[in-house]
């Protein structure tokens, strides 16, 4: 069983940054994937950016260039860099990693981003 504590949301204005954290927490388990999901009012859930066990990333077309998914295995910890952050940045952000054995998909409980003057 793994458990997932995201932090690192608040407030910020616009054009400024934020950085999330993951940590995965647990009794023996391995970490493949890892990720960042968002959900602002109103909208469906998002992948904003994942980042794979060997070390391969992928953004939303609407993140690209602003954001950064990186991960440090030894602490099992996930981070997402933002800047330039917009309104429309804001949204619930949930971290997911797949884990295991056996593998399975956890999810956090999401912190909140809110970009506003």
């Known amino acids: 069983q793994v458990q997932l504590v995201e932090s690192g949301g608040g407030l910020v204005q616009p054009g400024g940054s934020l950085r999330l954290s993951c940590l995965a927490s647990?009794?023996?388990?391995?970490?493949?994937?890892m990720g960042w999901y968002r959900q602002a009012p109103g909208k469906q859930r998002e992948l904003v950016a994942i980042?794979?066990?060997?070390?391969?990333?992928n953004y939303a077309d609407s993140v690209k260039g602003r954001f950064t998914i990186s991960r440090d295995n030894a602490k099992n910890t996930v981070y997402l860099e933002m800047n330039s952050l917009k309104p429309e940045d804001t949204a619930d952000y949930y971290c997911?990693?797949?884990?295991?054995?056996?593998?399975?998909?956890?999810w956090g409980k999401g912190t909140l981003v809110t970009v506003s003057s």
């Open positions: 997911n990693v797949f884990a295991g054995p056996p593998f399975k998909n956890y």
């Open positions: 980042i794979g066990g060997g070390g391969s990333t």
């Open positions: 647990g009794s023996r388990f391995s970490i493949g994937s």
